[in-house]
């Protein structure tokens, strides 16, 4: 008996001390950004309340993306987000999602009058991301030959509204936050859907992930994700 009641003890004085998963995102309003010093957003408040009800303990950083990203990949039990999955990414990293599902959009300044149809004719013009995004592997992926690198969403959209590139590519939904909010940005070109999550490390616990993804899941299921969408501006996911 005593060394069962010793076992219990460790192991309760283990998760006592458990230590806090990190969690890391980017400035890429509106599903993460900092709000007078806080880091707010659509994807920030989805796994604030996952992390809550599963009485997770987390830390939360903003960092540049492409830091954020290859933090997850090489630090244990640290998730990015909101993380694009794609092929290429697949087996990096542990996935809890979605957050959301998004079409992705290359966008002009409004005015500018590039017009590409198709994604041959898109790869003439100057395309803008941000570094280690998705869609960059993307351009890339389809040979795209003149490709913009920025350190964040901001700075890509101010080099568009500059003429320092033609386009810029982005999700559809912060393509129409960016509307709303007074942007000279046009659509130019649909492109095909996404899921977004967060991307954990290998090493995260398998546990973790399962109650961290049926935390998001019932989230979904009761509608308070798409009330969240609606809080920020965003069209549910339907």
């Known amino acids: 008996m005593r060394h069962i009641l010793f076992a ?3 192991c309760l004085a283990g998760a006592a001390h458990a ?3 990190k969690l890391v995102t980017e400035e890429y309003p509106p599903y993460n950004f ?43 039990e640290t998730c990015v987000f909101t993380t694009g999955h794609d092929d290429e990414r697949d087996k990096r990293f542990k996935w809890v999602e979605p957050l959301l599902i998004d079409r992705m959009v290359m966008v002009r300044k409004a005015g500018s009058g590039i017009d590409p ?5 898109a790869k003439r013009f100057t395309v803008g991301t941000q570094r280690d995004d998705f869609s960059y592997s993307f351009l890339t992926v389809n040979d795209f030959p003149k490709i913009d690198l920025a350190a964040d969403l901001d700075a890509t959209l101010k080099k568009l509204v500059n003429n320092r590139i ?42 973790l992930i399962a109650r961290m993804q049926g935390a998001l899941d019932k989230l979904v299921a009761d509608g ?8 920020y501006g965003l069209r549910p996911d339907k």
């Open 166 to 207: 033609d386009l810029m590519m982005t999700s559809e939904k912060t393509f129409e936050a960016m509307k709303a909010a007074g942007k000279p940005v046009e659509p130019a070109l649909l492109l095909g859907g996404k899921r977004y999550g967060l991307a954990c490390n290998l090493a995260t616990p398998d546990d």
């Open 19 to 21: 230590e806090p998963l």
């Open 224 to 231: 308070t994700q798409d009330r969240i969408f609606l809080d």
């Open 34 to 76: 900092t709000s007078n010093s806080v880091i707010t957003g659509a994807s920030v408040e989805q796994v604030r309340r996952m992390m809550e009800a599963i009485d997770a303990p987390f830390t939360l950083e903003m960092l540049p993306w492409a830091r954020a990203l290859a933090l997850a990949e090489s630090d244990p």
């Open 8 to 10: 219990l003890v460790a």
């Open 117 to 121: 149809k198709t994604i041959e004719a």
